[in-house]
């Protein structure tokens, strides 16, 4: 059940938080200057590669690489493949987690390792059988972990993970914290800017920090629920089952992005989909047990004794304004038609990075205020 009172409580709110991931969330704009300048004293952007890489490999552990791996391959589009080392182990440990490169992979490629832990066993062994097949290793971790004594070893190019003090005790650190994303992603935009796969120059991200800082301040604790996005949407989702729709290509990873955050943070399942193949795809769930007219006894149901029964609420996320070829009248018809309820949320106008980032940043929020006010 989720505590609406909690929300409009700022300091209830920081008592609540004992992972600072609010903390983390306020502060991704600052996150995102201080990898920036992580990437700059590691000689970035002094790099003059010969040209772009075949493929790109990426590695490292939980939600948070999986989702640079999505943004990065969505942003590179056509212009390079990316494919993400998915480890294999017995549990989800570091020293249990094992990668291996493909047969294929050889010295045109290059290997990606983004980890905010940085003490895996295996990640070492990769970067070094990485380096036997010549191929360039770029690694993103905590200063002095082990990793970066094997990157090293490897002659390639090791930037320290952009932590706050209070991250130190947080063992381990949640790998969807908005913090620990910022943190693995801005190194790589700024490497991929070098390649000429993305634009990603120093500018840029100045104003994706920017846009971090502007939607800090409409989605911060002390905003009232009435005005504030996050504290909206967490208050939408409540008691429901999140049925995550996307249009749009940077709107993909960023729904993506928050079913993870979601499972992860606040322990509430989500379902996620990009328009207009959703249509099809979760119809039979929105007509189905789920749909909110499809319990007519809820009404006599013991508000005080009994559990509220799940009901799907759709979350349409867009990256292109209003207007043009669009599947969003279609998606607002057939939730509709099942009095399924829908949240919409679009970006205000600027580059793909900047939307990018707004949309990331606002469901962040709204998944650590759902944490919150429901005890997770």
């Known amino acids: 059940m989720l505590d609406e009172s909690l929300l409009d409580t700022p300091e209830a709110l920081a008592e609540a ?3 600072a991931l609010l903390r983390g969330a306020a502060e991704a704009g600052a996150r995102v200057r201080t990898a920036a300048r992580h990437a700059t004293e590691a000689g970035v952007n002094d790099l003059k590669p010969d040209g772009r890489p075949r493929a790109i490999l990426i590695a490292g552990p939980g939600a948070a690489a999986t989702c640079v791996a999505d943004l990065l391959e969505t942003l590179a589009g056509a212009g390079c493949p990316v494919t993400r080392l998915a480890p294999t182990g017995v549990a989800p440990a570091a020293g249990a ?28 062994l990769l970067a070094e059988q990485a380096y036997r097949r010549g191929i360039t290793v770029v ?22 993970m952009a932590t706050a003090p209070y991250e130190q005790d947080e063992q381990p650190l949640a790998a969807s914290a ?23 120059p120093p500018e840029a991200l100045e104003k994706v920090a920017d846009r971090l800082d502007h939607i800090a301040e409409r989605c911060g604790p002390a905003i ?19 049925v995550i729709w996307t249009e749009g290509t940077s709107a993909g990873p960023a729904g993506r992005r928050f079913a ?59 990256d292109r304004p209003i207007g043009g070829l669009t599947a969003a ?13 829908i949240s919409e949320l679009e970006p205000e106008p600027g580059g793909e990075l900047e939307t990018l980032a707004e949309l990331i940043a606002i469901t962040d929020f709204a998944a650590v205020y759902l944490a919150l006010a429901s005890g997770a």
Do not use: C, M, Q
Request: hydrophobic share 50%.
């Open 17 to 19: 938080d004992r992972r």
């Open 97 to 124: 987690l094992r990668w291996e490169l493909p047969g294929w992979a050889g010295s045109i490629d290059l290997l990606l390792i983004a980890t905010p832990d940085g003490s895996e066993p295996s990640l070492s």
């Open 224 to 242: 009232a629920t009435y005005s504030n996005p996050a504290k909206t949407l967490a208050a939408e989702l409540a008691d429901t089952l999140p």
């Open 178 to 200: 908005p913090g620990v994303l910022w943190a693995l992603l801005t190194p790589l935009l700024a490497i991929l800017d070098r390649t000429g796969l993305i634009t990603a």
């Open 260 to 318: 993870a955050a979601l499972a992860e943070l606040s322990g509430s399942p989500a379902v996620v989909a990009e328009l207009p193949e959703a249509l099809a795809a979760h119809s039979a769930l929105l007509a189905g047990p789920l749909a909110a007219s499809a319990d007519p006894d809820d009404f006599f149901r013991d508000r005080v004794e009994e559990a509220p029964a799940l009901h799907a609420r759709v979350v349409l996320l867009r």
């Open 139 to 160: 690694a993103v971790a905590p200063a002095s972990s082990p990793l970066t004594e094997a990157v090293n070893a490897a002659h390639g190019l090791y930037v320290p």
């Open 329 to 341: 009248p279609a998606a607002r018809d057939l939730a509709l038609s099942h009095d399924t309820p």
